[in-house]
Nanobody
């Protein structure tokens, strides 16, 4: 089974920083991309940033050029993606989800490409 385990969320004051981690495990053949999404209460889940297997990064327009600085990176040897968040603001409060786009054994004995989600990690920024 492919698993995504997120960590690093928590409560931080405005202006503070957090670093989220997401480790993928299981029978993974090829990782095409990993990404971070976030979902605030009553709002849809939105893309924050993504990174491909050749380290091309992309950030949603809604998080580019803002006061809060987001930086996505990955450790291919550990199948882990990170999201560094600096100068956090209360409006960054949300559940942050990791997503994996990979060719893997999601069903025993069968490999195929699919997307899987982590369980989410809560980020709360107090004013």
């Amino acid at each position: 089974q492919v698993r995504l385990v997120e960590s690093g969320g928590g409560l931080v004051q405005a202006g503070g920083s957090l670093r989220l981690s997401c480790a993928a495990s299981g029978r993974i053949f090829v990782i095409y991309a990993m990404a971070w999404y976030r979902q605030a209460p009553g709002k849809p889940r939105d893309l924050v940033a993504s990174i491909t297997s050749d380290n091309r990064t992309s950030y949603d327009d809604s998080v580019s050029g803002r006061f809060t600085i987001f930086s996505i990176s990955r450790d291919s040897a550990k199948n882990t993606v990170y999201l560094q968040m600096d100068s956090l603001k209360p409006e960054d409060t949300a559940v942050y989800y990791c997503a994996l786009d990979a060719h893997a054994e999601y069903v025993s004995g069968a490999y195929h490409r699919d997307t899987r989600w982590g369980q989410g990690t809560q980020v709360t920024v107090s004013s």
